[in-house]
């Protein structure tokens, strides 16, 4: 049962330090697109976008239409850093 716990901890620990919604909006960002491109790419409500974004947890199925649409390994980079908190 301990272990679980730890197990537990240590997800939500990667968890607040990774924000992949947050990161997909600095990739936007810095690729001068809009959240309403970004909708439009995905076929989705810009305010339904907003509300994806802001999740703390995002599909392994939109991550990967995220990642064709921006050009951007969104795998890589989580992987990327949940070495870094590991």
């Known amino acids: 049962m301990h272990r679980a716990k730890e197990t537990e901890n ?4 990667i968890q607040k330090e990774i924000h992949l919604g947050n990161h997909i909006k600095e ?3 810095s690729e001068r697109r809009s959240i ?6 995905m076929h989705c409500d810009r305010s339904n976008m907003y509300r994806i974004l802001s999740r703390n947890h995002l599909d392994s199925d939109f991550l990967f239409r995220a990642s064709q649409v921006l050009g951007h390994d969104l795998f890589l980079f ?9």
């Open 27 to 29: 990739v936007l960002q």
């Open 36 to 41: 309403a491109w970004f909708a439009e790419q």
């Open 78 to 86: 989580a992987s990327e850093q949940m070495s870094e908190s590991i």
């Open 10 to 13: 240590t997800a939500n620990t």
